[in-house]
């Protein structure tokens, strides 16, 4: 079974950074997108940043410029390089990441169990 797996997190001041890696059990596959979401207590799960298979990125409007999504050689991987860290940037961040399955086109998705990022003066 696939597995997504994430590290990175921890606490941090404002204005400090952190990188977050996610990697994929196994390395006889490669997924198509991957993404990272984050939720805080009491908030909907949102989309920080994605990534396609072509390395074309998207960004949540409240991390644009501070953070940034890239992956490794092996497309099991995906990063996030988040700087210029503000307080309302904790939450658990999640790694999530998707593979087609069929001629049809089907997808199915994974989810990592997340990561804490707390940033606290």
């Known amino acids: 079974q696939v597995q997504l797996v994430e590290s990175g997190g921890g606490l941090v001041q404002p204005g400090g950074s952190l990188r977050l890696s996610c990697t994929g059990s196994g390395t006889r596959f490669s997924f198509d997108n991957m993404a990272w979401y984050r939720q805080a207590p009491g908030k909907e799960r949102e989309l920080v940043a994605s990534i396609t298979s072509r390395s074309g990125t998207n960004y949540g409007d409240s991390v644009k410029g501070r953070f940034t999504i890239s992956r490794g050689n092996a497309k099991n991987t995906v990063y996030l390089q988040m700087n210029s860290l503000k307080p309302e940037d904790t939450a658990v961040y999640y790694c999530?990441?998707?593979?087609?399955?069929?001629?049809?086109?089907?997808?199915?998705?994974?989810w990592g169990q997340g990561t804490q990022v707390t940033v606290s003066s």
């Open positions: 999530n990441a998707d593979r087609t399955v069929n001629v049809e086109g089907a997808k199915v998705y994974f």
